[in-house]
Every structure is written in structure tokens, then in C-alpha cells.
């Protein structure tokens, strides 16, 4: 046997067989990647020591847990918005550093970014990829590029006209249920219940030229599309399940793939059948079929898109594209929808003055239905609509990984390898971008400047938030028929922190950064703002409050 020495080892003179040597070369690279990735953490900790951070539940755990999925995390996150006006740092366990963005200019870099600089994360996203496929959503690149120019095309006005019918109708049957519901005695409804069965309801007329009925009986694919983006939310939640092998051996793990072959199965049939026709018309009479009926729906625009060199989209593309629009579509419009209806409730001399401007452009007009034409008509309550989005936006985080180190406005420079989140509610809630945050309109509307000449409505709103679908159908839903609301409930309490304001106990410990309003001094101590309940610091071992010169100030303020 080949016998070495490893005394130079500290083993003395031993025989070592090549197995073992084996083994020794084994552990020597496991150590080194270990090392190699300690050092990596290490190094991207001390780059990423410039970021404030509010106080970690525990070292092992950081910040994981402390932003619940609810109303209680969103107070949360606009509450850091009062302190951290920019960017602040979010630990998701030891090893996991998030940066959250809450502020336009530092938003800016990432979104003006090229995409291999700042492509999706795909951490929540591939949770979606069984579901979706490569659709808008989850595809990146030239896949995403390609796709984006095909179905360009689908949202041309003149195929989005015929649609107001069938939102007009989508409407009538939820209003309907809404009168057959308060005449049988029921006092509360769940709006956010109704108003998603609509919008899955029109989306299912659009997209497929399908009628469920599933806002008065149930559907099997509408259950299982509420169902599968249940799931998806709470896997994202539970950090343990994000390996598919193991959450693939879960009860929830099951409910998803047979939600998953049952939504396909719907989708795929359904394309199969379409192609069926349009093989045997051919695509002009198809085309001239189609118009003449007025028919034209997503799948038919899919079907027929062509690129530059003739070739069209497969039938999993297809798929991909047409369950990404019914999730995408109903989710958010649903809950935009909730939010307009919440936020008139809550005020019912906007709810009055919207309900006023549709009965006046509808006029004596029969049948009373909101046109495409009419859009363009309802000014206020465009404004309320838009308004509501900024309070509550429908989707409240998109997420960025940086390939490239990133200059931020003021210098501070985010690491390559590190995850971003641009928080759309912390923007919108922003006091150092929206004045008094948390009201629906600006002074100036309680006064009357929105009153008078033609655009004197333009100062009534701050203008940054752009509607979309949702606002389209929000115009075309709830307000057309100018029927008064449900009373909302009285404007919940928002709790307040106050800055800590006595002296530095760390002197010598500082280090100057300059932040997007002023000058700070970074503390390495452990001060900071505090939380007068329970004398929690909210920016403990980063921010001080003690400035070099001048008052103390809220990192961030003016």
C-alpha cells in the first residue's frame, strides 16, 4: 500500500490510501467554498453598513416576520417610510439582506437600469412558473421583447372598444346579485368576493369569448384560479417551503399541481378548438368573421400575431400569455375596484359630486350604459380613481436583483448580488413626495381650487399615479349607474413615533453620509428615533439623530 507521510498534517507517519486523500481533498474544497462564502457576506455586509435599518427581531432572524402580509405589515412599512425617506436595509434571516426603496429618485437608477443590470427577481416569481409558464410576467430578454411586440396589437383601442359591453354587462349581473342580496336581508356583502368573480367574469368573455355565469353559479377553473393565487401567497410566506421538492410533499404542494392541470386543461382546450377554426377558414375569413361579429378576443389576436419573419406564436405560448392576463387581470382590477368603492365610502361628498357627474353625462340616455367615448368625460372621478390607486395600490412591491453595482443619487452605491424592492405603498406614502400622505385629496380640493374652468381640476390630485386597466373598468363599473355607496367606516388611527432627541451616548463613533436631504452622522452605537410605546429605538445602531450642525432631523426630511 503507498504509504505517506503526514506529519506535516500533525497525524504523524500514517498510511493513507487514495480514498482517503480523496476525502482530504473533499473537505479542502467544502472549507474553502465555506470560506470563500463567509468572506463574500462579510465583505457585502460591511459595503451595505451605509444603508439605515430599523431594529432586527434577533440576530438569526433579522427583520423576517416583522412585515406580515395584512393591513398591520402596510402600516408597518408606511410607518419606516416617516424615518427612512430613501432606502433602508431589511435582513430576511443572517444572510439575507433586501434593500427597500421607498423614494422616486432612488427608484429611478434601478428602473432606467438596462435589464441585464436589473433584472427580475425571481425568488417570488418562480413560485408562479408551473402556473404561468413564460408569459410577460416570468419570461426576461429577447423572449420578453418578442413577445411584447406581438401582443402589441391586442391593445389597440379599436379591439378594446367592443369590450365596454361586456364590462357593461359583467356589471349588470353583479348589481343585480347586489339588489336580490340586500332584498333577502344581508347587510354586509364582501365586495372584494364580488367584484373578483366580475372581473374574472369579463376576463373570461375577453380573453376566451367564454361564458361561465361564475358570478351566479360556481366554475371549476374560476376556483381554481382563486385558489391557485391563494397558494402562491401563502408559500411565499413560509420561507421554508420555497424548494419545490419539499413543497411539492405538502398538501398545499398538491392542491397547486391539480389546480395547475385543471387551469392548462380549460386554456389548451380551448386553443386547440380556435386553431381548429382558424386552419379551416383560413385567416382572412376568420379575420372577416371576426369582425363582423365584433368578436375579436385575446386568443384570436395571439392566434394571429406574426412577427417580421412570419412565424407566430406555439400554442404553450399562447397558454402562458392567456393565464398570465387572467391572473394579472382580475387580481389587480378586483382589488383597485375594492379600494375606489372603500375610499368613496369613506367620503361621501366625493362619492356625491362622482355620482353627480355620471347622472349628468348619462343624461336621459337608455339603455344607461358608460361608453368608450365617455371615458374621457368623467374628470373627478378619474381623479378619485386615480387617487385610490396611489393610497392603495394593487400591487404594492416589484423586486430587482443588480447583476452591477448601482449609483444611487447620493452616492451610496448598492452592491452587485443584492436584492432590491421597490415599494410602490412606501412611494405613495411618502411624506417627503406626497404631503400629508394619507388623505385622499390635497387641501386644495376641500377648498374649492378644483372648481371653475375647463382643467381647473388639474391641481385637485398630485398627477404621478397613471390608471390602467383598473381605472378603465373602475370608469366603466361601481359609478356608472350613480348609485350611492355603503357607508365606510371611520379613518383608522395612525400610529406615531416621535425622534429621540437627547444627546449622542457614543461620541467619537460617528461617520459622515450624506443623505437625500441633509447631511447625518451614522452612529454605531445603539440611538436613535424610539417608538414612545415601548422605547424601542426604530433606527437603532444606525441613524443618530445628532447632527453635525443645525436641529436634529428624521433621516430624509427637509
Given at each position: 500500500?503507498?504509504?505517506?507521510?503526514?506529519?506535516?498534517?500533525?497525524?504523524?507517519?500514517?498510511?493513507?490510501?487514495?480514498?482517503?486523500?480523496?476525502?482530504?481533498?473533499?473537505?479542502?474544497?467544502?472549507?474553502?467554498?465555506?470560506?470563500?462564502?463567509?468572506?463574500?457576506?462579510?465583505?457585502?455586509?460591511?459595503?451595505?453598513?451605509?444603508?439605515?435599518?430599523?431594529?432586527?427581531?434577533?440576530?438569526?432572524?433579522?427583520?423576517?416576520?416583522?412585515?406580515?402580509?395584512?393591513?398591520?405589515?402596510?402600516?408597518?412599512?408606511?410607518?419606516?417610510g416617516?424615518?427612512?425617506?430613501?432606502?433602508?436595509?431589511?435582513?430576511?434571516?443572517?444572510?439575507?439582506?433586501?434593500?427597500?426603496?421607498?423614494?422616486?429618485?432612488?427608484?429611478?437608477p434601478?428602473?432606467?437600469?438596462?435589464?441585464?443590470?436589473?433584472?427580475?427577481?425571481?425568488?417570488?416569481?418562480?413560485?408562479?412558473?408551473?402556473?404561468l409558464?413564460?408569459?410577460?410576467?416570468?419570461?426576461?430578454?429577447?423572449?420578453?421583447?418578442?413577445?411584447?411586440?406581438?401582443?402589441?396589437?391586442?391593445?389597440?383601442?379599436?379591439?378594446?372598444?367592443?369590450?365596454?359591453?361586456i364590462?357593461?354587462?359583467?356589471?349588470?349581473?353583479?348589481?343585480?346579485?347586489?339588489?336580490?342580496?340586500?332584498?333577502?336581508?344581508?347587510?354586509?356583502?364582501?365586495?372584494?368576493?364580488?367584484?373578483?368573480?366580475?372581473?374574472?367574469?369579463?376576463?373570461?368573455?375577453?380573453?376566451f369569448?367564454?361564458?361561465?355565469?361564475?358570478?351566479?353559479?360556481?366554475?371549476?377553473?374560476?376556483?381554481?384560479?382563486?385558489?391557485?393565487?391563494?397558494?402562491?401567497?401563502?408559500?411565499?410566506?413560509?420561507?421554508?417551503?420555497?424548494?419545490?421538492?419539499?413543497?411539492?410533499?405538502?398538501?398545499?404542494?398538491?392542491?397547486?399541481?391539480?389546480?395547475?392541470?385543471?387551469?392548462?386543461?380549460?386554456?389548451?382546450?380551448?386553443?386547440?378548438?380556435?386553431?381548429?377554426?382558424?386552419?379551416?377558414?383560413?385567416?382572412?375569413?376568420?379575420?372577416?368573421?371576426?369582425?363582423?361579429?365584433?368578436?375579436l378576443?385575446?386568443?384570436?389576436?395571439?392566434?394571429?400575431?406574426?412577427?417580421?419573419?412570419?412565424?407566430?406564436?406555439?400554442?404553450?405560448?399562447?397558454?402562458?400569455?392567456?393565464?398570465?392576463?387572467?391572473?394579472?387581470?382580475?387580481?389587480?382590477?378586483?382589488?383597485?375596484?375594492?379600494?375606489?368603492?372603500?375610499?368613496?365610502?369613506?367620503?361621501?361628498?366625493?362619492?356625491?359630486?362622482?355620482?353627480?357627474?355620471?347622472?349628468?353625462?348619462?343624461?336621459?340616455?337608455?339603455?344607461?350604459?358608460?361608453e368608450?367615448?365617455?371615458?374621457?368625460?368623467?374628470?373627478?372621478?378619474?381623479?378619485?380613481?386615480?387617487?385610490?390607486?396611489?393610497?392603495?395600490?394593487?400591487?404594492?412591491?416589484?423586486?430587482?436583483?443588480?447583476?452591477?453595482?448601482?449609483?444611487?443619487?447620493d452616492?451610496?452605491v448598492?452592491?452587485?448580488?443584492?436584492?432590491?424592492v421597490?415599494?410602490?405603498?412606501?412611494?405613495?406614502?411618502?411624506?417627503s413626495?406626497?404631503?400629508?400622505?394619507?388623505?385622499?385629496?390635497?387641501?386644495?380640493?376641500?377648498?374649492?381650487?378644483?372648481?371653475?374652468?375647463?382643467?381647473?381640476?388639474?391641481?385637485?390630485?398630485?398627477?404621478?399615479?397613471?390608471?390602467?386597466?383598473?381605472?378603465?373598468?373602475?370608469r366603466?363599473?361601481?359609478?356608472?349607474?350613480?348609485?350611492?355607496?355603503a357607508?365606510?367606516?371611520?379613518?383608522?388611527?395612525?400610529?406615531?413615533?416621535?425622534?429621540?432627541?437627547?444627546?449622542?451616548?457614543?461620541?467619537?463613533?460617528h461617520?459622515?453620509?450624506?443623505?437625500?436631504?441633509?447631511?447625518?452622522?451614522?452612529?454605531?452605537?445603539?440611538?436613535?428615533?424610539?417608538?414612545?410605546?415601548?422605547?424601542?429605538?426604530?433606527?437603532?445602531?444606525?441613524?443618530?439623530?445628532?447632527?453635525?450642525?443645525?436641529?436634529?432631523?428624521?433621516?430624509?426630511?427637509?
Amino acid at each position: 500500500m503507498l504509504q505517506l507521510s503526514l506529519s506535516w498534517l500533525g497525524l504523524g507517519p500514517l498510511a493513507a490510501s487514495p480514498w482517503l486523500l480523496l476525502l482530504l481533498l473533499g473537505a479542502s474544497w467544502l472549507l474553502a467554498r465555506f470560506l470563500a462564502w463567509t468572506y463574500t457576506i462579510y465583505d457585502n455586509s460591511l459595503r451595505l453598513r451605509c444603508f439605515p435599518q430599523p431594529p432586527k427581531r434577533n440576530w438569526f432572524w433579522g427583520h423576517l416576520g416583522m412585515a406580515k402580509s395584512n393591513e398591520e405589515g402596510l402600516r408597518l412599512i408606511e410607518e419606516l417610510g416617516h424615518y427612512f425617506r430613501d432606502v433602508h436595509l431589511w435582513w430576511m434571516g443572517p444572510f439575507y439582506p433586501i434593500l427597500r426603496l421607498v423614494h422616486p429618485k432612488f427608484v429611478a437608477p434601478l428602473l432606467q437600469a438596462p435589464a441585464a443590470v436589473a433584472p427580475k427577481d425571481m425568488v417570488f416569481y418562480s413560485f408562479m412558473k408551473p402556473w404561468l409558464g413564460d408569459g410577460l410576467l416570468l419570461s426576461a430578454g429577447d423572449k420578453w421583447s418578442h413577445h411584447r411586440r406581438l401582443l402589441t396589437p391586442a391593445f389597440h383601442f379599436e379591439i378594446l372598444k367592443p369590450y365596454m359591453k361586456i364590462f357593461n354587462k359583467s356589471a349588470d349581473i353583479m348589481h343585480a346579485k347586489w339588489k336580490r342580496l340586500a332584498s333577502e336581508g344581508s347587510t354586509r356583502l364582501d365586495m372584494f368576493e364580488h367584484i373578483s368573480l366580475m372581473t374574472l367574469d369579463s376576463l373570461q368573455k375577453c380573453v376566451f369569448s367564454f361564458d361561465s355565469n361564475c358570478q351566479e353559479n360556481p366554475s371549476e377553473y374560476i376556483a381554481a384560479i382563486l385558489e391557485l393565487s391563494a397558494l402562491v401567497t401563502k408559500r411565499a410566506q413560509q420561507i421554508f417551503l420555497h424548494l419545490d421538492f419539499l413543497y411539492y410533499l405538502t398538501p398545499d404542494g398538491w392542491r397547486f399541481r391539480r389546480a395547475c392541470e385543471l387551469v392548462h386543461k380549460f386554456t389548451d382546450a380551448v386553443i386547440r378548438e380556435r386553431r381548429r377554426i382558424l386552419m379551416s377558414q383560413g385567416s382572412h375569413a376568420f379575420l372577416k368573421a371576426k369582425a363582423k361579429a365584433k368578436t375579436l378576443d385575446f386568443i384570436d389576436v395571439l392566434l394571429l400575431a406574426k412577427d417580421e419573419n412570419g412565424k407566430g406564436l406555439s400554442d404553450e405560448d399562447i397558454r402562458a400569455e392567456a393565464d398570465t392576463f387572467m391572473f394579472e387581470g382580475h387580481d389587480t382590477t378586483a382589488s383597485g375596484l375594492s379600494w375606489v368603492l372603500y375610499n368613496l365610502a369613506r367620503h361621501p361628498e366625493y362619492q356625491e359630486r362622482c355620482r353627480q357627474e355620471v347622472q349628468q353625462l348619462l343624461g336621459d340616455r337608455e339603455p344607461q350604459e358608460i361608453e368608450w367615448d365617455d371615458l374621457a368625460q368623467l374628470p373627478f372621478l378619474t381623479m378619485c380613481i386615480k387617487e385610490s390607486l396611489r393610497l392603495h395600490p394593487p400591487v404594492t412591491v416589484i423586486s430587482r436583483c443588480c447583476t452591477q453595482d448601482v449609483l444611487l443619487p447620493d452616492g451610496r452605491v448598492i452592491p452587485k448580488g443584492n436584492i432590491c424592492v421597490i415599494s410602490i405603498f412606501g412611494v405613495h406614502h411618502n411624506p417627503s413626495v406626497w404631503p400629508n400622505p394619507e388623505e385622499l385629496h390635497r387641501a386644495d380640493v376641500r377648498h374649492g381650487r378644483d372648481e371653475g374652468g375647463p382643467g381647473a381640476h388639474a391641481a385637485a390630485l398630485p398627477r404621478p399615479v397613471r390608471g390602467g386597466r383598473a381605472a378603465q373598468e373602475a370608469r366603466a363599473h361601481p359609478a356608472r349607474r350613480g348609485r350611492p355607496l355603503a357607508a365606510g367606516g371611520a379613518a383608522e388611527r395612525r400610529p406615531t413615533q416621535t425622534p429621540h432627541t437627547s444627546p449622542c451616548r457614543f461620541p467619537g463613533k460617528h461617520r459622515a453620509v450624506t443623505s437625500a436631504a441633509a447631511p447625518l452622522r451614522v452612529c454605531s452605537g445603539r440611538q436613535g428615533l424610539r417608538d414612545p410605546g415601548s422605547g424601542r429605538g426604530w433606527a437603532e445602531g444606525v441613524w443618530c439623530p445628532q447632527q453635525t450642525t443645525g436641529p436634529t432631523r428624521i433621516p430624509g426630511s427637509a
